[in-house]
Antibody
Framework: QLQLVESGGGLVRPGGSLRLSCAASGFSFSDYYMSWIRQAPGKGLEWVSSISMSGGTIQYADSVKGRFSISRDNTENSLYLQMNSLRVEDTALYYC??????????WGQGTLVTVSS | EIVLTQFPATLSVSPGERATLSCRASQSVSTNLAWYQQKPGQSPRLLIYAASTRATGIPASFSGSGSGTDFTLTISSLQSADFAVYYCQQYINWPYTFGQGTRLEI
C-alpha cells in the first residue's frame, strides 16, 4: 500500500542544519508533485515547499526561502528537505505529502524538528 | 498571501446531529479549496478538494460547497469518529495557505 516515511528530524541548535528524507512506496513516485508541510506544536498547518515531478518547478514559503532546499531522487523514490540556518520558529512536525492537483492527498506520519539552544 | 478564516473556532455538537463548518477567503479562490480532518496524534487526511469533490474513501456524510470566498463543510450525521480538527486550504495561488482550523467537539 502507499507509504510515506519521513526521517532525519531531531534536536538542533539555532543556526544549525538538518536534512529530512521521505521514502515513498506503493505508487509511481515520479508521476506526482511532492511537498513538505509543517505543523508547530499545538498549532496549524503551513505549506513549506513543493517540487514538480521532474524537479524543474520548485516553490517555497517566504518563511523558509533562501534557507531550505527541496529536492527529489526519482530513481530512489525519495524526497528531501535540506534545512539550513534553522531558527527556533522552525520547530515543528514536518510532513511529507503526495500532491494531487495541489492538494495533499497522502501524508506521512511526520518527523519532529526541534530548534533550541 | 490569501488568508483563510475558519469559523467557528470550536463547534460543540452531539452524535447524530449535523455540523456546518465555514471557511472564508480574503480574496476569491474560485473552487480551489480543500478540506482536511486531523484527529489527535494523527496526520491530516484529505476529505474534499475542488470545493465539493470527496477524496477517495471519504463517506457521503461529508459534503463541501461554495465558490469564490465562502465555503462550507457539512457533516450530515456526526459519529464519534468525526470529532477532530478540520482545516481548509486554498490552492489557487502560491503560497498555498490553510485556515486556523475548527475543532469539532462533543
Amino acid at each position: 500500500q502507499l507509504q510515506l516515511v519521513e526521517s532525519g528530524g531531531g534536536l538542533v541548535r539555532p543556526g544549525g542544519s538538518l536534512r529530512l528524507s521521505c521514502a515513498a512506496s506503493g505508487f509511481s513516485f515520479s508521476d506526482y508533485y511532492m511537498s513538505w508541510i509543517r505543523q508547530a506544536p499545538g498549532k496549524g498547518l503551513e505549506w513549506v515547499s513543493s517540487i514538480s515531478m521532474s524537479g524543474g518547478t520548485i516553490q517555497y514559503a517566504d518563511s523558509v526561502k533562501g534557507r531550505f532546499s527541496i529536492s527529489r531522487d526519482n530513481t530512489e523514490n525519495s524526497l528531501y528537505l535540506q534545512m539550513n540556518s534553522l531558527r527556533v520558529e522552525d520547530t515543528a512536525l514536518y510532513y511529507c505529502t503526495r500532491d494531487l492537483i495541489d492538494v495533499a492527498d497522502y501524508w506521512g506520519q511526520g518527523t519532529l524538528v526541534t530548534v533550541s539552544s | 498571501e490569501i488568508v483563510l478564516t475558519q469559523f467557528p473556532a470550536t463547534l460543540s455538537v452531539s452524535p447524530g446531529e449535523r455540523a456546518t463548518l465555514s471557511c472564508r477567503a480574503s480574496q476569491s479562490v474560485s473552487t480551489n479549496l480543500a478540506w482536511y480532518q486531523q484527529k489527535p496524534g494523527q496526520s491530516p487526511r484529505l476529505l474534499i478538494y475542488a470545493a465539493s469533490t470527496r477524496a477517495t474513501g471519504i463517506p457521503a456524510s461529508f459534503s463541501g460547497s461554495g465558490s469564490g470566498t465562502d465555503f462550507t463543510l457539512t457533516i450530515s450525521s456526526l459519529q464519534s469518529a468525526d470529532f477532530a480538527v478540520y482545516y481548509c486550504q486554498q490552492y489557487i495561488n502560491w503560497p498555498y495557505t490553510f485556515g486556523q482550523g475548527t475543532r469539532l467537539e462533543i
